[in-house]
């Protein structure tokens, strides 16, 4: 009899998740499943993202449904904390504590054997001085995402949620810590980035959910998402010398679904093939011997991109 | 008892703001024994005064301060996550907090208040001052923990407990005397000395035991909304 080989048990299960503030949803009916590497949560402020995160490390209790890290409830059961490490949004910090006291500390109360080289460790990956006296209160915003980082990884946990972790990191820095995600990733830990920065994601170059108003918007890998939000509808105001003639010659063509005309050198077009779009603009301009003068995507901004997935 | 988080809480409680206060307690404790030691009736007006500013002003206020910020600070400044998010039992937590608070305000409120008996001279009520102070501030320390860990203004909420219930509502018969825990210490001074003390008419048993149930009930419900609570 031939077995069936199942594949590795997720590391971070939500099914049916919810979660309520009274009247406000944060986070609806959401269900994915997490394995070992880098997954983007990736949404716009307000989509309830943190909330997820915070659910998943056992700091907010789901108002439905289920979230399970290695298979245990992290809510329920303090012992599966010790295999999760969290670097939370907010910038607060235990101020009067050093960097390195602050990472040893959570070496500590993580129980591991020598917190004070596991600190060391943590605190020269995220490249701080291990020797800078200061007090946390001192800190720069990049200094706190990395000191952060650094108390999550400092117990080396199989999970690793951070919550907007590049905000405040100037360019090389945020390279730098790209390329951990990615080693932590490939070292066979599961690391949960969130993010409202599409770009950001881009470089992730994982799995991404998309999450939008409390919902999972999207699941998949990043250019399976880019492509979906590539292939929206459009509406493009479109600024010509001609705009009724060119109108007409995009409708013929069949690039485009509807047509306003605003002034008299004003159209605005609804596409459902940008792509096609692109590529029949030009040359029907030419045809009709019309000047182009601007194209602009009325809709174009993360929000609209966010709604689309949402309501498709 | 964890004794990182222990450090932790302590580190948070001290402000200068809370020291100064110490400070200017501490002082009228002594200015009033002094006045005590100079009065006609020394034995009255000593038991009068310790029970009236220990048990009902220092020891309350001082644990309000120092207790209701032990965990109190580190909700409001969303800090609590990395002690939270460790794999250290609930009730590790509130045990180490609850002895934070006892050792920063114990030691330093029962020692004035023990000198100030002292200065009193008025030799009954040496160890019942300190007796009756400890008690008093491991209720209120028990109580004003759970209150910082339960309320965003638990400052405020303490203060208003502490002048309306204690001070006032306290006032109005027996069974509202029963429900104030400062009526229990001053039992005890009143019992050391026989200086008969309004409110101060609790058993000797009583005395004892409830303060140190009210402490043990706030360690109880600060564990129990540990483990319950959301953390920002």
Redesign the interface.
Known sequence: MSQVQAGPPPMVQAIGVSKWFGDLVAVSDVSFSIGAGVTALLGPNGAGKSTLLRMMCGLAKPSNGVVTVLGKNPRADVAVLGRIGMAPQQESLLDYLSGREFVELAAQLHHVDNPVEAARRAIQTVELDLDDPRKLSTYSKGMRQRIKLAQAIVHDPLVIALDEPLTGLDPRQRREMIQLFHRLGSEGKCVIVSSHVLDEVERFGSRVLVIAQGRLAAEGDFREIRNLMDDRPLRISIRTDQPRALAIALLDRGVISGCRLEADNLVVVDTSDPTAFRRAVAPAARDQDASLLELRPLDDDLESVFRYLVMR | M?P??YR?VI??QISTGRLLALAGLSGVAILLAFAARAADDPVEVATQSMGTFGTNVFAPFIALALGSAALGDLVE???L??????????HTVATAAFAAVLSVVGPIVVAVMTVAAAITGVEDLLVATAVATALAVFAYSGLFLALGLRFKRSLLIGLGYIAIWELLMSRLGDWFARLSVRSYPMSILSDATGVSMRLADRSTLASYIVPLAVGMAGLLYTSWRLSRT???
């Open positions: 964890n990182h988080i932790v580190r948070s400044d969303r800090t996550v990395y002690v939270w998010l460790r794999p250290v039992p609930r959301e953390i920002d």
